[in-house]
């Protein structure tokens, strides 16, 4: 198996990897928010598969967003954080292998007017908080601190108990407390992003703080943030 250091639990999965590595070569693949990364769902209910969208070679080929997303959920673990289970490195599209969260998107229950899972106000403040927790980790118990950078109804997932699970964090940025990040190039998605970010590019965790209102008002409201 080409599994990278200490992601064991695939290797027990023989080969199961391979089957979905052949099923993600040829899937229609949902894009996941950044440019040269796709998601796609595959048989095994405990997996989801994360797939570079261009081949490389050797792993100074591997896209930088796939690098950093692989370095970082490798190194964080949350209740409510999605949860890396492995690497597959022997394909010529690189793959992570994430837990399967099962009950799709908060968008999607937000936005679906058939689904019932927030016509109850508990559940609704129970999400939010579960959310929160995540991202309290994210900024106050990691060090050095990390900030999501794109924290959007869409990237939050609901598993099997409709619990909250962030996810998606090749836009993540690694930050000393107190210090200022200046991007090159503004990343996250339009409606949700700190105005002052749009403008400066000046990154901090209030940028997520911000986002994550956002995410509250669509709640409430169910109303798309760009309206």
Known sequence: MGCDGGMG???DRGLKTRDWAEDARNDGSVTCGFTGLNSCCC???DAWLERSSSGFAGLRGQPKGFCWARSLTSTVYHKNLVKLLGIRLETN?????YEFIPNGTLYHHIHDKRSTVLCSWKNCLRIASEATLALEYLHSLVDPPVIHSNV???NILLDKKHSAKVSDFKASVLISPGKTHIADRVRGT???????YLTTGELTMKCD???FGVV???LLTREMPTQ
Not at 93 to 97: D, G, H, K
Not at 190 to 196: N, R
Request: aromatic share 8%; glycine share 4%; no cysteine.
């Open 9 to 11: 639990s695939l290797a």
């Open 209 to 211: 703080t911000y986002s």
């Open 216 to 218: 509250l008002v669509e």
């Open 43 to 45: 048989a095994d209910e």
């Open 152 to 154: 959007k109804s869409l």
């Open 93 to 97: 599209v690189p793959l992570l292998v």
């Open 190 to 196: 339009i409606g949700y992003l700190d105005p002052k």
